[in-house]
């Protein structure tokens, strides 16, 4: 299992954030560990500068790959976190 934690720790330093680039990379290779029915637990903070874009990447390769999205957590609020609960299948 992985857990990913994407934007920057609220009510921390929002000068620390993390980069889509190397955030698809680290995705990426985390799902090619993952063993059959392994889970990826993505969250992705959209209210910080690059937040939307990096969202946007890895959302975007996800459905590109058709990867088992089994769940996807999100408020009806503007630039509100996203989350998907992600299962390996082969």
Known sequence: MFIFN??????????????????????????????????????????????????QLIDEYIKDKNLNVLETYSQDKTDSPVTYIIKKSL
């Open 6 to 55: 994407l934007g920057y720790l609220p009510n921390s330093d929002e000068l620390s954030v993390t980069d889509k680039e190397t955030s698809l990379i680290a995705f990426k290779k985390a799902y090619d560990l993952l063993k059959e029915n392994g889970y990826i637990i993505i969250t992705f903070y959209l209210g910080h500068p690059g937040g939307k874009e990096e969202y």
